[in-house]
């Protein structure tokens, strides 16, 4: 019901324990030329997702009892993954103002059209529509292009603070990313972070996109649109064991 100082560090300090821990084993079984390294990894990449929740609970600012507190967790917790916290905050908030609302997308989403605009595309723009929402397309688009690209440039920063945060997470990454690599070494580094990012990052847009793009979701137009509304009709709720 309300922010706990201590729950959030608990639940940072095991996650990030488990995290390591795996990493360790996932790189020793590596270098033994083991492929017991991939079940490792697929956990890894669970504990992966969970890092990118308590990532997702700090932006909100909801998982330490103070604003600060909240923005500087979500700062190194985004340095695991490539993700500059200033920036996702500011897309991923206007991502909920705008969310199933027809004339407002592009904030913080993945592209979804009408049947009528898809009908209005050409035969090779309706082939890359398609291509886009597999699996396969949505990893190249989200987790390559956006994530590890976009993401690196502060140019795509909507305001001066977001930009800068784009420029911080840089140094950071040099710092934290570089770290590993020189710990586990380059190769075992694009091994296992590799294996753990591609099942990840899949995981995670299956997530997203579920969340809104459903058979019974509803979108409404400007007029008819409610913020309060949305969240409720427009969100699927998974069922998980």
């Known amino acids: 019901a309300r922010s706990s100082n201590f729950k959030a560090f608990r639940e940072i300090f095991v996650t990030l324990a488990i995290y390591a ?5 996932a790189v020793s079984l590596v270098e033994n030329g083991s492929w017991l390294f ?8 669970v504990i992966f ?3 990118f929740l308590l990532f997702h609970d700090c932006l909100h600012a909801n998982l330490f009892e ?3 507190a909240n ?4 700062f190194l917790l985004g340095l695991l993954f490539f993700v500059p916290s200033r920036y996702w905050t500011e897309e991923h908030l206007a991502h909920h103002a705008t969310s199933q609302n027809l004339d407002r997308r592009g904030r913080g989403d993945v592209v979804m059209l009408t049947v009528e605009e898809y009908l209005a595309l050409s035969p090779f723009n309706r082939l890359a529509y398609r291509l886009l929402r597999t699996m396969p397309g949505l990893f190249l688009v989200e987790m390559i ?3 590890q690209i976009l993401y690196r440039l502060p140019a795509t920063g909507r305001s ?4 800068a945060g784009i420029i911080y997470t840089n ?8 770290s590993i690599i020189l710990l586990a070494g380059w190769q075992n580094y694009l091994i296992v972070f590799g294996l753990i990012y591609l099942v990840g990052g899949c995981l995670g847009v299956w997530l997203f996109v579920s969340q809104h793009d459903f058979e019974e979701s509803v979108w409404e137009r400007n007029a008819d649109w409610s913020l309060k509304k949305s969240p409720w009709a427009g969100s699927s709720f998974l069922d998980l064991p």
């Open 21 to 25: 821990s795996l990493w360790v084993v």
């Open 38 to 45: 991939v079940p490792v990894c697929v956990f890894a990449a």
């Open 49 to 51: 997702m969970r890092i």
């Open 66 to 68: 103070t604003k600060r």
């Open 71 to 74: 923005q500087i967790c979500a």
């Open 145 to 147: 292009g956006r994530w």
């Open 160 to 163: 001066k603070e977001a930009a």
């Open 171 to 178: 140094i950071g990454l040099v710092v934290v990313q570089g």
